[in-house]
Nanobody, 124 residues
Framework: QVQLVEAGGGLVRTGGSLSLSCAAS????????MGWFRQAPGKERGFVAA????????YYTDSVKGRFTISRDIAKSTVYLQMNSLKPEDTAVYYC?????????????????WGQGTQVTVSS
């Protein structure tokens, strides 16, 4: 069983930055991939970024490329999402997810484990 706990959400103005973290506990193996998803009110939960636990290959949705960076600290079993140049349309609850596969995926059904989410609000 894998437990994921997100932290770091908050309120920021347009153009600002936030850093999210996701602490993983339980059986995280090197052949896992970790992802960040987000869900705005009235919308489906959508893919943001993913990283392979070992190797560090990354993948981003087009709308965040060049602004967001996903990374991981293996020793701390933690995944991060650095968000820069934030826009009001980035406002959402952000979720961390884990997938027992070394291949990144953008579909939420591909992930077995989820955190509780953290709110990010970008004011205009």
């Amino acid at each position: 069983q894998v437990q994921l706990v997100e932290a770091g959400g908050g309120l920021v103005r347009t153009g600002g930055s936030l850093s999210l973290s996701c602490a993983a506990s339980g059986r995280i193996f090197s052949n896992y991939a970790m992802g960040w998803f987000r869900q705005a009110p009235g919308k489906e939960r959508g893919f943001v970024a993913a990283i392979v636990w070992s190797g560090g290959s990354t993948y981003y949705t087009d709308s965040v490329k060049g602004r967001f960076t996903i990374s991981r600290d293996i020793a701390k079993s933690t995944v991060y999402l650095q968000m820069n140049s934030l826009k009001p349309e980035d406002t959402a609850v952000y979720y961390c997810a884990a997938r027992p596969s070394p291949i990144v995926a953008s579909g939420k059904s591909a992930y077995n484990y989820w955190g509780q989410g953290t709110q990010v609000t970008v004011s205009s």
